[in-house]
Nanobody, 117 residues
Framework: QVQLVESGGGFVQPGGSLRLSCAASGIRVSINNMAWYRQAPGKQRELVAETTNGGRINYADSVKGRFTISRDNAKNRVDLQMNSLKLEDTAVYYC???????????WGQGTQVTVSS
């Protein structure tokens, strides 16, 4: 059974930082494309950052220079370091795994990030 468990969400003031973690079980993050998505109220889910199994990293334009995605293959985990947070970063953040060979996609349950003064 595949599980992606996010942690690290919470409440932070504008300009602050949070670090999200996604612990994977049932799959190996080293051979999957791993990503973070987010969904704000009333909006569609959007890609925030992704790291492919080939080492390519992509960011949404809105988070470039502020967010950093990283994977720890030994711990089977993917993190998202979020700095200089803005009000518009408020959303539920989801961990996602996609197997390029299997074509299977998995989602975590999501973790709430609220940026507010």
């Amino acid at each position: 059974q595949v599980q992606l468990v996010e942690s690290g969400g919470g409440f932070v003031q504008p300009g602050g930082s949070l670090r999200l973690s996604c612990a994977a079980s049932g799959i190996r993050v080293s051979i999957n494309n791993m990503a973070w998505y987010r969904q704000a109220p009333g909006k569609q889910r959007e890609l925030v950052a992704e790291t492919t199994n080939g080492g390519r990293i992509n960011y949404a334009d809105s988070v470039k220079g502020r967010f950093t995605i990283s994977r720890d293959n030994a711990k089977n985990r993917v993190d998202l370091q979020m700095n200089s947070l803005k009000l518009e970063d408020t959303a539920v953040y989801y961990c996602n795994a996609f197997g390029p060979l299997s074509g299977r996609r998995y989602w975590g349950q999501g973790t709430q990030v609220t940026v507010s003064s």
